[in-house]
């Protein structure tokens, strides 16, 4: 089975302009996080879908938000960037079951840089 | 916060079994201790997971004392590959609760 892929792998932009960033979960994963990770915070929660809606979500402000398709695919959106914002941006997706455990198995990650 | 309290790094001489303690005092009857790897720059690797008994798979194995209060993931033969950050988590597993990671240990294989 392919793992889950992270396109872009690498970005920059500027300060104030806007970014996607794209994951493609396990085939059959039905559940997708997101986290952020820098040197000073370490790996932090952003936010999970499931089913196309939004279950939980982290402390971050309203400029991060995410979206998930029908085919389980999910797109993170960062406005109005800061400089703050600059980190690897990394993508987890899970088979979302009822029942016992739900591993999350992480993509490579996007290298997000803000000039 | 992190449940979970683990040494911020070790030492380990390649070839011998590397083994990495983690603190879960606080730890619920039904969570599970998870335990990721990261190698430099890289997504978190899965490594492994349980919640009372001794689990092993292809790359470790993992040890939970009786009280379940803490954990030893076992790399039973480390190579300079195994250089990584380690980091245990402790969560119900289910599908509507999110990881949180601490800071982990900073495992080095000396060769």
């Known amino acids: 089975k392919a793992g889950v892929t992270q396109t872009p792998r690498y970005l920059i932009k500027t300060r104030g302009q806007q970014v996607t960033l794209s994951c493609s979960p396990i085939?059959?994963?039905?559940?997708v996080s997101w986290y952020q990770q820098t040197p000073g915070q370490g790996l932090q929660f952003l936010f999970e879908?499931?089913?196309?809606?939004?279950?939980n979500k982290g402390n971050f402000p309203g400029r991060f938000s995410g979206r998930q398709f029908s085919n389980s695919r999910s797109e993170m959106n960062v406005s109005t960037l800061e400089l703050g914002d600059s980190a690897l941006y990394l993508c987890?997706?899970?088979?979302?079951?009822?029942?016992?455990?739900?591993?999350?198995?992480f993509g490579p990650g996007t290298r997000l840089t803000v000039l | 916060d992190a449940k979970t309290t683990q040494p911020t790094s070790m030492d380990c001489a390649e070839g011998r079994a590397a083994n990495l303690p983690c603190n879960h005092s606080t730890i619920s009857g039904n969570e599970y201790v998870y335990w990721y790897r990261q190698i430099h720059s890289q997504g978190p690797q899965y490594i492994i997971h349980?919640?009372?008994n001794n689990e092993t798979n292809e790359m470790a194995s993992l040890i939970i004392t009786e009280d379940r209060k803490s954990s030893t993931l076992i790399l039973p033969h480390a190579t300079l590959r195994d250089t990584a950050v380690y980091y245990c988590i402790v969560r119900v597993g289910n599908r509507d609760d999110k990881i949180i990671f601490g800071k982990g240990t900073r495992l080095h294989i000396l060769p």
């Open positions: 987890a997706s899970s088979p979302g079951g009822l029942l016992g455990t739900d591993t999350q198995y």
């Open positions: 349980g919640l009372k």
């Open positions: 085939s059959g994963h039905r559940s």
């Open positions: 879908y499931f089913s196309e809606t939004q279950r």
